[in-house]
Structures are given as C-alpha cells and as structure tokens.
C-alpha cells in the first residue's frame, strides 16, 4: 500500500481549527503516514454552494479532486467531516454524470480517487493494535466520551463507513491510546452545526444538549473529529453555559491532540495551546494517572 | 375416426352474431367428420341426448361441440360422451360464444371465426387419444411438522378422526411462541390454562407419534405415499427412561447456562427441562454449557439420575416414517432489532423486545410474575412500547405488517397495569391494526379503562439518562416531537419466517414468498393447500398470524387431509406428461424445470438412463414438454403434435 | 364462403388456461366488443409454451402471435409463467434474424378477471396487426429492429418476479 | 398545522406537478411517505421549525407548494441527515429539504434571508480568494444583516489566540475558483 496520502485540510483548519491541522500533521508523521497537501487547493463550498445546488458543491470540491488525481495521489484524507462530505459528493455527481459534472468543472477528472477521514486512515492503515503499541503515554484513567458529530457516518450509503446510529471508530481509537470510553448516547447529535453564525440560541441548546450528556455520564474531556463540532462545544462554551446558566469547563479535544499526547509528541506540535477550555484538568489527572501506575510498577 | 359436430345456438346468444347452420355446413368438408348439426340449447338435457344419439347412430369416435367456453361446459359434455360409451378426453369444445358471438356484431366475420375454431377442435380431435385416470392407494398417516399451537390443533383433530399421526418438532417441547406468552388477547386468558391441556393430549393420544429435538431431513415421495427421514437429535438424556423429575437440573453445577425459553432474560442448568409444563417432560443437556463435554470432567447428573438416564455418548438417530399427508405448521421467529442501532436494544438492558415482556409477565417467567426492568430489579413507573420496530419498515426490507403486535401490545400494557396499578404505559405507534373480532373494542379498553398513552408517531431514539430511558418520538397528530422518560422500553418486534424455512420448503417442494412465508395455493380460494399435492400448511408458516387464526388454519388443514383420506386411493387427472423413451436422451433438462419433482431417473436395461413422469405428482403444466430438447417427454391432451394441427388448421 | 381463401387478417393466441383464458371469457361475458382477428389456442400454462410454436405460426402465414398468461406471482404451477417470460424474451429478439417483424409478436399477462385489460390487448395488438399488413413471410418483412413495443398495455410483462420457487430457476 | 392554516381548500393552492418536480429534482419517492414521523422524532432542529419535517413531506403530496418554499423550516435544516439515517421508506429527506431550498431560491421565495445571505457572502469570499477568508466574511455578514454585535464577545478570545487570520489566503487557481461560481450563482434570478 502507498504511504502517501493527498491531505486536504480545507479552510476551517487554516483558521479557527489550525490545532486540527498541526495535531493531525504530528500524529501522521510519527505514525508514517505521509501526508502531501493537495497544491493550491481551494474552498470545498461548505453547506453554502450546497444550499445553492449540489453540482456547484461537487465543482468546487471537484478541483481539489482533480489536483490530487494530477499529482499522481489516488487517497484524499481530509479531517473536516464537512469537506468529507464534499468531497465524497463530488465523486457521487461525477459517477453519475461524468460529462455534466466536468462542464461544470472546467477540466478534466477521471475519478478514480478515494476519499477517507483521518479516523479511517487511522484504523485502515494503522489499527487499533498497531497505535496501542506505539503508544508512550497511555492516557490511563482519562473518561473521555467521542462526539462524532452528525456529518462524519451519515448517511450510511454515502459515508460507507462504521455505523450511523452508533459509531465506533473513535472509541476504537480512544481505547488504543488507553482512555476510558463511557456509552455516550450522543455521539452522533447535531450540535447546531454551522448556525453558531446565523442562529446562535440554537448552537447554544443543541450544544449544551451534548456537554450536558458528556458530564452526565462522567466525561472529563470530549473528543472530536470535526472542526464545526469543537468550535461549537469549545470555543462556544463559554456562550453555552451563559445561555444554559450553568458551568461545563469541559475539554473539547480533536482526536488527532489525543493520539498525538499519547505518542508522547511535544504539547506545541498538537496546538494544545489553541483550545479555549484549557485541558489542564484532564492532563493533570493523566499525569496522576501514569504516576500511580509508575509507582505501582515501581514498587511491584 | 368418425367425428360429430354440435353448433349450439344458445338460444340466440350465438345464432344472433353467427350463422350456426352455415358453421355445421362447412365441418361437413373437415377431414374425418360424418356428422353435423347445430342446435338451440346443446348443453339441456335433451341437447346432451341429441349428442348420446348421434354417437350411436353415426358410430362416433370423437365429438366437438362448438359452444360456450369449455371452462363453462366441458365436464358436462366430457361425461354426456362418456355415457354413450366414448373416453371423455375423445371430445373437444370450440368456444364460439365468449370468444366469438359475444365480442363481435359483425356476423361475416364471426361465422368465419366459428368455423375456423371448429377446423382447430376437428384437427386437435383426430389427435386425441382415450386417456385413462389411474387409482393409487393412499397412506392414511398424516406427519405435522412444527408443534406450536397450530400443528397441535391440526395433530389433535387428525387423531381424534382415528388418523396416525406423526409431529415432529425442532424444540425440546412443543408448545411453539404460544407456550411463552403469558395471557392472550382480546379475552385475557392464561396461555398454558389453554395450550396445557392440548399439549398434554398430545403426549396422550395413543395415534400421535411426538418425534420432538427432531428435524425433516429428507421428503420423497407423492400424494399418498411419501416416505419422510426424521433425524432424532443427540439429547444425551434416553427419553425412555427419564421420567421428568429434575433432580439432574438441581445438581447441575453448570448454573449460567442462558434460558432460551425465557428469552435469555434468565439463566438455567446445562441439563435442563425448557418448562414446567414441557411436553415431553424430558431433560436435555447442552452440549455446548456442560462441563462434562469441555473439560470430561462432572458427570454429576449421571450419578444423580434415578433411572440412569443420562448417556454422554449419544448420537443424533435417524428414523423413518411412511405419510400420505403432511401438514406444514414451522411457525414464525421475531425481529432481531439490533439494526435499530438508535434504539439501543441489546446495548441497553432495559429496551426489551415484545416477547421478553411476555416472559417477565408469566409466572413461569424469570421474575416470577413481578414485573421488574432486567437492569436492577427495579419495577418500572413508566412503560414506552415501540409499534412496528421491524415491521412496515423498507428500510429493514420488512415492508409488511406483522399483524398480532397491535394487539400484543395493547394487551401487554393491560396486563402491565394489571400487575403495577401505579404504572404508567406508553405506546408509540403508527397506525393501530386491530380488525378481528372484539379486537378493536380491546385496543379502546387500554386507552379508555387502563388510561394507556397512544402517541401517533415513530421513535426516532431511544438513549439513557440517568438511570432511565429517554424515548425521543414524534406526535404527529400534534405535528411536535415529543419526549417520554421511561423505566422500560419495550419494542413490539415484528414477525419473519422461521429460521430454516427456506431449507424446509425445498423439501417439501412447496414454494415461498421473498421474506420466507409458505405459499398457499390461492390467497383466498385455497388458503391451506400448497401447489403441491398432499402438502397443506397451517398457521404463522404462511404468514403472520394469530392464534385464533393459527388454530382455525389447523383445523381447516386437518379437513383437507379429512377429505383426502375419506377414500381409499386417489383418482389422477391423466392429462399429465409422458415420456418415449426411446427418443429421451437422458440429459436431465426436464428433471430440473418441473416444479413439483414428478420426473425422475429410470435406469434401462441396457443401462441407458431415461426419464420417467410420475404420474400422481405431475400436474400438467407442461414445462417439460416445452423444454426437452429432443420433445421426449409429452404432455398428454396437450401434445406438440396437438396443438401445431391446430395451429396448421389455422394457418395451412 | 370458404374461410381458407379469405384475406382476412389473423392472429393466433396461446392462452394459459388458470388466467387470460379466463380473461377472454371475461370480457366475452361483459360484451367487451374486439376485432375479429383473434383464434384462441388452449394450453394449461404458458410454461407449456414452445418457442417453436410462434416461430411456426409465423412462418406458416399467421399475421401475428400473442402469448397471454397469469401475471408474474399468480402462476397456477407457481413458476411456469417465469420460465415463459424468459424464453418468449429470446423469441422476441430472434425473430428479426430470420426476418420477422419483431411486432408480430407480443407476450403478456392478463388475470381472470380483467376482462377490459383483455379488451385492450386485442384491440391494441389487432390495430398493431392490421398496421403491419398481411404476413409476407420468413425474410420479407420490412424488419425494424428494436422497434418499439406498439402495444402499450404490456404492463405484465414487465413486472417483477415476486415468486420465488424452491428450486433454482 | 402552524402558522394557524387550519383550513386548508386543497385543491385552490394544489400545484399538480409539484410532487413529480420535487421527486424529480431529488431523486427522493417523497410519495411513498407514509406519515411515520420519524424524521420529525429525529430531527434536532423540530422545536424551531414552522412544520416539522414530515408536514413538509405531506405538504408536498399535497401539491402545497407556496407554503413548501415560504416555509421556514426548509431554511433550518443543518442537514444532519438524522431523518435520511432513519426514514423506514428510505426517503432521503435531507436531500429533499436541500431541493426545496434551490426551489426556493429559484422561485425567488427564500424565507430566511439571512441565512440566505449567509450563503451569498460565503461563496463571494470563495469566488474571490479561493478559499473563505473567515474573519471577513463575518464582518459582510454582520453588517449587512444590521446586527453588527453578532458573536463580538468572542472576537476578543480569537484573537488572543491568534486564531483569526487578518489577511486572506489567496490561491493562486482563484480565477479557476471564481469561474465555477460564476457558472452557477450568475444563472439565479436575484433576490
Ligand atoms: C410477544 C407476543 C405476544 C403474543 N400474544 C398473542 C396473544 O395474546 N394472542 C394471540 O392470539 N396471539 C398472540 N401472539 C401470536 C402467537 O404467538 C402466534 O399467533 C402463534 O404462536 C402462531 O402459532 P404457530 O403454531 O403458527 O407458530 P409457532 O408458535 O411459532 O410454532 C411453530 C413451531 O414449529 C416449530 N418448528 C419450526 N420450524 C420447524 C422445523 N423445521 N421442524 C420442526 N419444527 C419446527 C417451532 O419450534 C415451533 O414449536 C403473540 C406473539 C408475540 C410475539
Ligand atoms: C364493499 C365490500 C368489499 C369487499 N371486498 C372484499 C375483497 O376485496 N376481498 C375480500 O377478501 N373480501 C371482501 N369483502 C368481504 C367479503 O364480502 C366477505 O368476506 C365474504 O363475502 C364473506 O363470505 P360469507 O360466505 O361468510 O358471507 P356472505 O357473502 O354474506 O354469504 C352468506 C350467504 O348466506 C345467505 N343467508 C343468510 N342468512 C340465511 C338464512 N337464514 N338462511 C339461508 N341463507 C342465508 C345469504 O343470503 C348469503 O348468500 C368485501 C365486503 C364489502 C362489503
Ligand atoms: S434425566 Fe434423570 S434426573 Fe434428570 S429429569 Fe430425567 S429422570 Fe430426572
Ligand atoms: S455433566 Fe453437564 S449437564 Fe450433567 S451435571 Fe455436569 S455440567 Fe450439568
Ligand atoms: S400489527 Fe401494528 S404494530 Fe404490528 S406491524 Fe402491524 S401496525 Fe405495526
Ligand atoms: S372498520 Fe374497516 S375501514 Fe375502519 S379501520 Fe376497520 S377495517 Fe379499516
Ligand atoms: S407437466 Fe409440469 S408437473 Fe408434469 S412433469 Fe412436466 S413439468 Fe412436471
Ligand atoms: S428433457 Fe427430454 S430428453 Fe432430457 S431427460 Fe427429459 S425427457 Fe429425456
Ligand atoms: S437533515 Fe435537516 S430535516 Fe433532517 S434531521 Fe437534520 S436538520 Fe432535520
Ligand atoms: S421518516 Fe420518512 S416516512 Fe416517516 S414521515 Fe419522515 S419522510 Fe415520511
């Protein structure tokens, strides 16, 4: 199997998700995983080109599609769930109509690449074994619930990945690196997706919705995988609790920060100092953690 | 031959359109005929007359009448001729009524018509051949295969009619999904006060044969004489001498053994006997939960058995047995509704299934009759049911309605309030399907006298917080979503054939629906008959299905095996397929088209390997006919020689 | 008269005996008026059907062929109309090859009570007949290859198969 | 039903074609909806729509179009693909929703036009600089929709983070970009 891997990190990781971008460069390098950022991407259209129809969303995600095929890569990872669907869109419309689709392209497309989220290249090209022996720093005793977010197995026909109802990549991913994973019965719940902007009460109780469950089934940090989902849960909460009149304080992490601490990669390389809840608390209690158990071991 | 022709007028619902004299005229000019009239009402008693006559008088060897539609007439007329001494296939009809007089004003053309319809009738005739029923004895033993309520309803009424009959049944006991329920709508009585004593006269009944733990390995065999291997699976406990006691159960060491009889809600011994009531009342042990079989080491049942019972190295038996008809009663099985990944069943202890309620409900039951949510024990304040999970559903490619879980449901939640006056039921459903007798009334008594909630709409999620169950759904009547907390959550899961049914119904040579449901004959005309003969169905095998209606099909399948056996042998329609030997080329084609398995080898003398047409089973479809490369095989009445001089008297 | 001689048009039908026979007669109760150019041939199942059968009608002059059994789950033998569809399929495209318009050919299914759907078919399938004129024989007709089915109530003959039977098919 | 439209003379506002459009343009059988309600049950967003999901379903049987595309829930809809997961009649009812709204916009009846406007200004920072440039499309959108406060409490925290690029990423394919938004949005009428 090829390493490479054309790597689209789309426009929310060149922004309010940079922490996103770095952690999933560090955590692919240390795995092996090369990543080639497709050359002079552009905007995959988001909901926006969407909304306007589906073949203006298939175009603009399309030329990212078609630089890849033009670099010779045949697997796009892109960590962006959105982007994801975008993407896979795109070579939906392609499949069903090559001639249309090119038209509005404006150029030439054979459609031959495949298109993965992190977790799927993480768990296709690595597993689960493999990651749990790489790890340095198991995150021992870390109850960390995964948020999928709704975009990510849905729907199943179009994600052709894990399940839509109740997922389990992340917590495959999560249980590698050593944290605790409780049954969280939202994994998969819209958190307001791209209305924080337009219709922000909704963002405020569809998300308090979601941290709500994570604390009441013990969470101590929330894991995600999409940059919408973290800066609704994160950078949000704070507007949340203000609206909800109460106090989460919840870590909201992206996955590829949690594998990369449990690889032991430097705190800067995955841009833990991006996040607006600051995850000293679940660090802490993995540093207790891991010293019980040094000690433990050390007086075994 | 010498053939007659009769034109009838009908009075003038032919003569009006079509110029009969002129039609009997020309059949004057067709090859071999030596006699034509035509006649106002040929199918009265003095027209039959008219025909008998002029058979005798003409030395008739063949007579067309040229008349309404045969599928109106022709036995009439086929037992006219018979009576004046001609085989009743020497006698053809050319139908110049419905296909002629009645569909055309233009007299020209139709007498044209008629008379070329005679030629047809004339040249098929001085094909014909006299065909002759044969008589074949039937085998008064009836085999029943499934002993849920419906098969034992049908064992029952075929041996209390003096019959033998052999049931053989999958499980330890019979007593199929009845014997789990613990009260049945729409009277609420107890199911075992009902089913007990028909099972127990079951084992009673000095006629019926119970091969239970048993399986139909192999059907061969017709109408009247099939010949059936039973495969008596290893029980490793000898059923002569075990006499029910359960002493084994008790000492069993091996205690976490899963109870399939209770829905997996409990746990049992590896030697176990499914229920109290258990017919037979015989101990089985699992293999796969006895310590014995793991590890070689325990035996403690062999030492406890009074009757020393118990043998380690029993192997699976087989038996055979001699039936002239068989009654399919296999049953149905449940959804399995992990697809519904959103409503967590099997991943949260308290979303049940319908069936495990009905379990919890019984005082058989794991709980003892006390109903209390599987997670701790705790009894429920309020119960959410689920209508139609795996039911009505595309998307689970279960597009059909399962028919009983309306009702189950309604009854289950009486039942709930019954036992927990203080509990409070939910039902989420789409529609309600409650169209039997007093059924309705009974879905009105949960909703006005036990106060039961119907929320019209689906359950989109069903997830926990706390320690209870959020039933996230809609009220489509509200056009609102609508959340209900609950202790329990019971889903009404939908009804699927029986596992292996499709393997079965290969057997038997009985065809099947694209879920797994038996065929019946006609949906409404032959509702417990199968395409094969001697083969009849009764209960859920044929879809889903009640009990008054599983057992009502019981009994109706029980008269048509009644009727058959009423006489000693059965008559055979001759007009069946027949092969000539000496051009069949022996290359099978016709063995793997013929739907009811009438052909099969027959080895010559000279080793030469020909096909043979049982003549009982065939049905004269006449597939064979249309597929043998060398035309071999021929479908009597309807012989290719047959019908291309029909078609050359059209033609030619 | 001498109905040998006459230039009138003619098809001839194969009709299975559970179901469009039952049809014809249906419509012959009702009254339902249709052209005369129909002559009827019994047979128990269009699974009896030989392809040879509308080969040799045509070839010896018959100026159309219709083939009506029950519709697809309906079968009376459970199968026999499934293996028909499938080898009057192969009729129809064959016919072209030994220069038959393949429109004198038409297979569809009609229950015992559809009486009008009956109706429609003959007068549909006659119409189509008349059109194309008397039977020139093998190699003479003007061939349209994949020509479009002229009749319109073919309903049947599409339809999916729902029966499943117990051996392979 | 909301929007307190209690009486409904089906036939004088029925839009015959309109089914077969929708089924057309979606490629979805919203005909076969039978009513369950499960897209309304799984739907995040029921509280705030004007009909829930599967009122929009029925509404479209029956040929309503002018109160489908004036609806607001159309608008709403973040397509979470709850409904799609879980429809029984395997409608993909996301889909349908995003039909709607291009018939909407079409039709020049967009309800929601600040989300509209959303939209506008997301694809004109794509078609100019290839990608969005977030930080400028939240100051267009703020002050065209005269709510100039929107999400200003947490400018400050960006910021502090470095997280809010000040100039735009400018690729250099944006002509390329440009073009193929021009081939779409051009073609719809205005609002
Ligand atoms: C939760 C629930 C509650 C219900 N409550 C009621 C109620 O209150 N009132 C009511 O009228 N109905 C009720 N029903 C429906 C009722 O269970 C059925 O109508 C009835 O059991 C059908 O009987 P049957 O004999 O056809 O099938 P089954 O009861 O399924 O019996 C079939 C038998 O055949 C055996 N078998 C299967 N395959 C083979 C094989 N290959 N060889 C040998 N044996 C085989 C099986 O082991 C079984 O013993 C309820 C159903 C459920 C699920
Ligand atoms: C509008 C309508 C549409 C229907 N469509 C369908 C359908 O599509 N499919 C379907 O399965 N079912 C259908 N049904 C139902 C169907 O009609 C019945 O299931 C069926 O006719 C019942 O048959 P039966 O023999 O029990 O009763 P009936 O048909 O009522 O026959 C009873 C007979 O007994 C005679 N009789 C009554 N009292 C006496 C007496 N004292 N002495 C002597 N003779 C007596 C009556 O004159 C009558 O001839 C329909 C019913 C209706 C009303
Ligand atoms: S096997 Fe022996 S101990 Fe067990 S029930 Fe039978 S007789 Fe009793
Ligand atoms: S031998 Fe097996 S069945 Fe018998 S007592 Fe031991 S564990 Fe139980
Ligand atoms: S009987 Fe009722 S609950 Fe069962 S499938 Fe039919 S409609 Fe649904
Ligand atoms: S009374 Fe008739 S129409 Fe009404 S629900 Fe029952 S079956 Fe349907
Ligand atoms: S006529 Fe039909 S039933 Fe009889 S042998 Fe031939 S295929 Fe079988
Ligand atoms: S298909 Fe014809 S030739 Fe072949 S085995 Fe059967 S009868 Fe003989
Ligand atoms: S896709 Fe739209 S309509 Fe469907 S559940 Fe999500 S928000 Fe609701
Ligand atoms: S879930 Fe599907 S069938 Fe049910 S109401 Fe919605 S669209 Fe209709």
Redesign the interface.
């Known amino acids: 199997m090829k390493r490479t891997v054309a790597y689209y990190p789309g426009?929310s990781l060149?922004?309010?998700a940079?922490e996103y971008d770095r952690s999933t460069r560090a955590v692919c390098r240390a795995l092996g995983l090369e990543l080639v950022e497709i050359p002079?991407?552009?905007?995959c259209?988001?909901?926006?080109?969407?909304?306007?129809?589906?073949?203006?969303s298939a175009?603009?995600a399309g030329?990212n599609l078609a630089l890849a095929e033009d670099a010779g890569l045949d697997v796009v990872m892109t960590p962006c769930p959105g982007c994801l669907k975008a993407l896979k869109g795109s070579l939906e419309k392609y499949r069903e109509d090559p001639a249309c689709f090119q038209d509005?392209?404006?150029?030439s497309f054979d459609g031959r690449v495949r298109v993965v989220s992190i977790l799927q290249l993480l768990l296709e090209r690595i597993g689960p074994e493999a990651l749990a022996q790489a790890v340095r720093h198991p995150l021992t005793g870390a109850n960390v619930v995964p948020y999928y977010g709704?975009?990510l197995t849905?729907?199943?026909s179009f994600a052709q990945f894990d399940d839509?109802?109740n997922p389990v990549s992340m917590d495959r991913i999560l249980e590698a690196i050593g944290c605790t994973v409780p049954d969280f019965p939202f994994k998969?719940?819209?958190c307001?997706?791209?209305?924080?902007?337009?219709?922000?009460p909704?963002v405020t109780g569809?998300t308090g919705r979601i941290l709500d469950m994570a604390v009441r089934v013990g969470a101590a940090a929330v894991a995600v995988a999409c940059p919408l989902c973290q800066q609704n849960l994160d950078?949000?909460q704070?507007?949340v609790e203000k609206a909800n009149h109460r106090s989460f304080r919840l870590p909201v992490l992206y996955i590829t920060q949690l594998v990369g601490l449990a690889l032991g990669l430097a705190p800067e390389d995955l841009g833990l100092?991006?996040l607006?809840v600051s995850p000293e608390s679940l660090l802490s209690r993995i540093d207790q953690a891991s010293d019980t158990a040094d000690s433990l071991s050390n007086a075994g | 031959m010498r053939i007659g022709v009769f034109v009838c007028q009908c009075g003038t619902n032919i003569a009006s359109t079509v110029d009969t004299g002129a039609v009997a005229q020309r059949a004057l000019d067709y090859p071999d005929v030596v006699f034509a009239t035509d006649y106002m009402y040929t199918c009265s008693e003095p027209g039959q007359q008219e025909i008998q006559k002029a058979i005798a008088e003409h030395r008739l060897q063949g007579v067309v009448v040229a008349a309404c539609s045969p599928r109106m007439h022709e036995a009439t007329f086929r037992r006219a001729v018979e009576k004046a001494g001609l085989n009743r296939y020497m006698f053809e009809m050319a139908n110049i009524r419905e296909h002629v007089s009645w569909i055309g004003q233009d007299k020209g053309a139709n007498t044209l018509k008629a008379m070329e319809l005679v030629r047809m009738a004339v040249e098929k005739l001085r094909r014909n051949e006299p065909l002759f029923a044969s008589e074949v004895p039937i085998n008064k033993r009836v085999l029943v295969i499934g002993g849920g309520v419906a098969g034992i309803q049908a064992a029952l009424d075929c041996a209390d009619a003096g019959l033998d009959v052999v049931l053989v049944e999958r499980e330890q006991s019979i007593g199929g999904k009845m014997a789990k329920l613990d009260k049945t709508f729409p009277t609420i009585d107890c199911s075992s006060c009902i089913l007990g004593p028909k099972m127990v006269d079951v084992a009673q009944k000095e006629n019926i044969t119970l091969h239970a733990y048993s399986e139909v390995e192999a059907v061969s065999g017709y109408i009247g004489n099939f010949t059936v291997k039973i495969r008596k699976k290893a029980t490793y406990v000898d059923w002569d001498a075990c006499t029910g006691c359960g002493l084994c159960m008790e000492k069993c060491p091996s205690k976490k053994t899963v109870d399939r009889f209770n829905e997996n809600l409990g746990t049992t011994s590896a030697i176990q006997i499914p229920f109290p009531q258990a017919i037979p009342k015989k101990a089985r042990i699992q293999k796969d939960a006895c310590r014995y079989f793991a590890t070689g080491k325990c035996k403690v049942c062999q030492k406890i058995c009074p009757t020393n019972a118990i043998h380690y190295d029993m192997e699976d038996r087989e038996v055979v047995e001699e039936v002239g008809a068989i009654i399919v009663a296999t049953g149905y099985d449940l959804f399995d509704p992990a697809p519904y990944g959103?409503y967590g069943a099997g991943r949260y202890p308290d979303v049940i299934t319908g069936i495990q309620f009905e379990r919890i409900l019984s005082a058989s039951g794991p709980f003892g009759g006390h109903v209390k949510r599987p997670s701790d024990g705790k009894e429920p304040k309020d119960i959410v049911f689920v209508a139609?999970v795996g039911s009505?559903?595309?998307?689970?490619d279960r597009p059909y309605c399962s028919g009983i879980c309306c009702m189950y449901i309604a009854k289950q939640a009486i039942l709930a309030r019954d036992h927990l006056p203080g509990v409070q039921c939910y039902v989420f459903y789409?529609d309600i399907r409650s169209p039997g007798k007093n059924y309705d009334e009974f879905v009105r008594r949960a909703i006005e006298e036990y106060g039961v909630q119907y929320i019209?709409?689906?359950?989109?999620?069903i997830y926990p917080r706390g320690d209870r169950m959020v039933v996230?759904?809609?009220?489509?009547l509200l056009?609102?979503?609508?959340e209900v907390e609950a202790d329990l959550v019971v889903l009404a899961t939908g009804v699927e054939s029986s596992r292996g049914a499709k393997e079965l119904a290969e057997k038997l040579r009985i065809s099947y629906d694209q879920y797994g449901f038996y065929m019946e004959s006609h949906p409404k005309l032959r509702p417990v008959e199968t395409n094969t003969a001697g083969v009849y169905l009764a209960g859920a095998c044929q879809g889903p299905k009640d009990i008054p209606a599983s057992v009502a099909q019981g009994s109706a399948a029980a008269s048509k095996v009644l009727a058959l056996f009423a006489r000693d042998t059965i008559a055979t329609d001759p007009q069946v397929a027949g092969v000539l030997e000496s051009v069949c080329i022996g290359c099978g084609k016709c063995l793997s088209v013929c739907p009811f398995g009438a052909i099969q080898w027959k080895t010559l003398r000279d080793g030469s390997r020909k096909a043979e047409v049982l003549e009982t089973v065939c049905q004269g479809c006449g597939l064979c006919n249309a597929t043998c490369p060398p035309k071999a095989i021929q479908l009597k009445h309807f012989t290719d020689d047959q019908i291309l001089a029909e078609l050359d008297a059209l033609c030619a | 008269m001498d109905e040998k001689n006459d230039k009138q048009l003619r098809i001839v039908g194969f009709l299975c005996n559970w179901c469009s026979y039952g049809g014809a007669d249906t419509a012959g109760v009702c009254r339902f008026k249709q052209p005369p150019l129909l002559r009827i041939i019994r047979i128990p199942c269009t699974g009896r059907m030989d392809p040879l059968f509308v080969v040799k009608a045509l070839a010896q002059g018959a100026d159309g062929v219709l083939v009506s059994g029950c519709h697809p789950k309906d079968c009376h033998y459970a199968v026999g109309n499934f293996y028909a569809r499938r080898r009057l399929e192969l009729v129809k495209r064959f016919l072209p090859f030994v220069g038959l318009d393949p429109r004198r050919f038409h297979y569809t299914w009609v229950s015992a009570s559809e009486g009008q759907r009956w109706q429609q078919v003959v007068s549909e399938f006659s119409a189509v007949i008349q059109e194309l004129g008397p039977n020139p024989g093998f190699g003479q007709d003007a061939v349209t290859e994949n020509a479009p089915q002229a009749v319109s109530s073919q309903g049947g003959a599409g339809d999916t198969e729902r029966c499943i039977s117990p051996r392979s098919l | 039903?909301?929007n307190g439209q209690n009486l409904l003379r089906i036939q004088e506002s029925r839009d015959a074609g309109f089914v077969e459009r929708v089924e057309r343009e979606s490629g979805q059988r919203v005909s076969q909806c039978?009513?369950?309600?499960?897209c309304?049950?799984?739907?995040?967003?029921?509280?705030?729509y004007d009909?829930?999901a599967?009122?929009i379903m029925r509404l479209i049987q029956l040929g309503q179009r002018d109160m489908v595309l004036r609806c607001r829930s159309i608008w709403?809809c973040?397509?979470?693909?709850?409904c799609?997961?879980?429809?029984?009649?395997?409608i993909?009812v996301?889909r349908v929703m995003?039909t709607l709204?291009?018939m909407a916009?079409e039709a020049g009846q967009v309800s929601e036009k600040?989300?509209?406007l959303?939209?506008?200004e997301?694809?004109k920072s794509?078609a100019a600089f290839?990608?969005?440039f977030?930080?400028g499309l939240?100051a267009a959108?703020n002050l065209k929709t005269g709510k100039p406060l929107?999400?200003a409490?947490?400018a400050p925290?960006?910021l502090r983070?470095?997280?809010?690029?000040l100039m735009p990423?400018r690729?250099?394919?944006?002509k390329?970009?440009a073009?193929?938004?021009r081939?779409?949005?051009d073609a719809?009428p205005q609002r």
């Not at chain 1, 002079?40 to 905007?43: R, S, T, V």
């Not at chain 2, 996230?472 to 489509?476: F, P, R, S």
């Open positions: 426009c060149e922004g309010l940079e002079d991407w552009n905007c259209g988001s909901t926006p080109a969407h909304g306007y129809t589906p073949l203006l175009a603009l030329r509005a392209l404006g150029r709704c975009l849905r729907p199943a839509p109802e998969t719940e819209c307001g997706a791209t209305y924080g902007v337009t219709r922000n909704i569809l950078l949000r704070q507007q100092d991006k607006f | 959103e139609c009505r559903d595309k998307s689970v789409m019209r709409g689906r359950v989109g999620k996230q759904g809609a009220d489509t056009g609102a979503q609508v | 039903m909301k039978y009513q369950c309600g499960n309304s049950a799984s739907c995040a967003y029921t509280h705030v009909f829930p599967n009122q709403l973040a397509q979470c693909q709850a799609t997961t879980r429809c029984p009649c395997n993909d996301a995003e709204r291009v916009v600040d989300i509209r959303f939209y506008d997301f694809l794509v290839g990608r969005v977030e930080t939240l959108y929107t999400d409490d947490l925290q960006v983070k470095g997280k809010l690029a990423q690729i250099r394919g944006r390329e970009v073009a193929i938004v081939r779409f949005v719809q």
